[in-house]
């Protein structure tokens, strides 16, 4: 499949607002497909099929694949490229405003009474990553595995770890460990983006990482944490959260945090102690 024909075909362009980038290293498609680890009893959702290049691939080692395209103008490309793959159906849609559970059972292969396991495959662009991170890890029945591609920076916030955590990290560690397994240059993709890539797999924890009574609060309590970065967490804590001074201290000191420390230093199980601590501590108000 050449995609500067199949472009020049179709009289299309790549859309910037739309991140479209398009791997076209034959050798990373393939990491991509492997890092998935598929079998023929695998469902897969690929978010942002394009032109169809990895769809063909995942469609070869997986037993059904749900393709997700926002982008109309592809459709009639992937009618093409796709044609004598009986196992794939291509969805015109945002994955941000459907529900993934939904459409792996609406897979020939699902039985009407058991979801099947699926595993997503992804090339997001930047300005929807952490959203579709949180949409799929939040499903009704989450993937048990997904590879993304993303940004380089952004692999590494997502994999990292104390000292130097984020809101992303914390929101994806907390159901899933993350892993690094390629990266890919700039030039590996059409129209060459400015800066590399990488592919990180997720894998789907049984249980969240730290056991919390209310996620919502769990999050609310993370984002107060980092919406002040430079503060120590004591303070960017009573600025976000709204608690008494008094509340805070004693939580922190509850759950055995120092308050000078700052939010990118602290474990998972950390925040899942704060976050009971301050919980409890707003409870008995």
Same mark, same amino acid.
């Given at each position: 499949? /050449?995609?500067?024909?199949?472009?020049?075909?179709?009289? =299309?362009?790549?859309?910037?607002?739309? %991140?479209? /980038?398009?791997?076209?290293?034959?050798?990373? =498609?393939?990491?991509?497909?492997?890092?998935?680890?598929? @079998?023929?009893?695998?469902?897969?959702?690929?978010?942002?099929?394009?032109? +169809?290049?990895?769809?063909?691939?995942?469609?070869?080692?997986?037993?059904?694949?749900?393709?997700?395209?926002?982008?109309?103008?592809?459709?009639?490309?992937?009618?093409? @490229?796709?044609?004598? =793959?009986?196992?794939?159906?291509?969805?015109? +849609?945002? *994955?941000?405003?459907?529900?993934?559970?939904?459409?792996?059972?609406?897979?020939?292969?699902?039985?009407?009474?058991?979801?099947?396991?699926?595993?997503?495959? !992804? /090339?997001?662009?930047?300005?929807?990553?952490?959203?579709?991170?949180?949409?799929?890890?939040?499903?009704?029945?989450?993937?048990?595995?997904?590879?993304?591609?993303?940004?380089?920076?952004?692999?590494?916030? *997502?994999?990292?770890?104390?000292?130097?955590?984020?809101?992303?990290?914390?929101? &994806?560690?907390?159901?899933?460990?993350?892993?690094?397994?390629?990266?890919?240059?700039? +030039?590996?993709?059409?129209?060459?983006?400015?800066?590399?890539?990488?592919?990180?797999?997720?894998?789907?924890?049984?249980?969240?990482?730290?056991? &919390?009574?209310? *996620?919502?609060?769990?999050?609310?309590? &993370?984002?107060?944490?980092?919406? #002040?970065?430079?503060?120590?967490?004591? /303070?960017?804590?009573?600025? %976000?959260?709204? #608690?008494?001074?008094?509340?805070?201290?004693?939580?922190?000191?509850?759950? +055995?945090?120092?308050?000078?420390?700052?939010?990118?230093?602290?474990?998972?199980?950390?925040?899942?102690?704060?976050? #009971? !601590?301050?919980?409890?501590?707003?409870?008995?108000?």
């Amino acid at each position: 499949m /050449n995609i500067h024909e199949i472009l020049r075909r179709f009289d =299309l362009r790549p859309r910037k607002g739309l %991140g479209q /980038n398009f791997l076209v290293d034959t050798t990373h =498609l393939e990491r991509i497909v492997a890092a998935a680890e598929l @079998t023929r009893e695998d469902v897969v959702l690929e978010i942002g099929p394009g032109l +169809g290049t990895l769809t063909t691939r995942l469609a070869e080692a997986a037993g059904y694949v749900i393709a997700v395209e926002l982008d109309d103008r592809m459709l009639s490309v992937l009618e093409e @490229t796709l044609t004598g =793959l009986d196992n794939v159906h291509v969805i015109h +849609g945002d *994955i941000l405003s459907l529900d993934p559970t939904a459409l792996v059972e609406s897979a020939p292969t699902s039985s009407p009474k058991q979801t099947p396991r699926y595993k997503t495959v !992804a /090339n997001l662009p930047y300005y929807i990553t952490s959203a579709a991170i949180r949409h799929l890890l939040e499903a009704r029945v989450p993937p048990e595995l997904t590879v993304l591609t993303v940004q380089q920076e952004v692999a590494r916030r *997502i994999a990292a770890r104390p000292p130097h955590m984020s809101l992303l990290a914390v929101s &994806v560690q907390f159901y899933a460990t993350p892993e690094i397994v390629d990266r890919i240059p700039a +030039g590996a993709f059409y129209p060459a983006p400015k800066v590399d890539s990488a592919v990180v797999r997720l894998r789907r924890r049984p249980e969240p990482a730290v056991p &919390v009574d209310d *996620i919502d609060a769990f999050f609310r309590i &993370v984002r107060a944490g980092f919406a #002040q970065r430079r503060k120590q967490l004591r /303070n960017a804590l009573i600025a %976000g959260l709204g #608690q008494p001074a008094e509340e805070i201290s004693a939580a922190l000191q509850a759950a +055995g945090v120092d308050p000078k420390r700052r939010a990118e230093t602290l474990t998972l199980a950390e925040w899942g102690r704060l976050a #009971q !601590a301050l919980l409890q501590a707003g409870d008995g108000r």
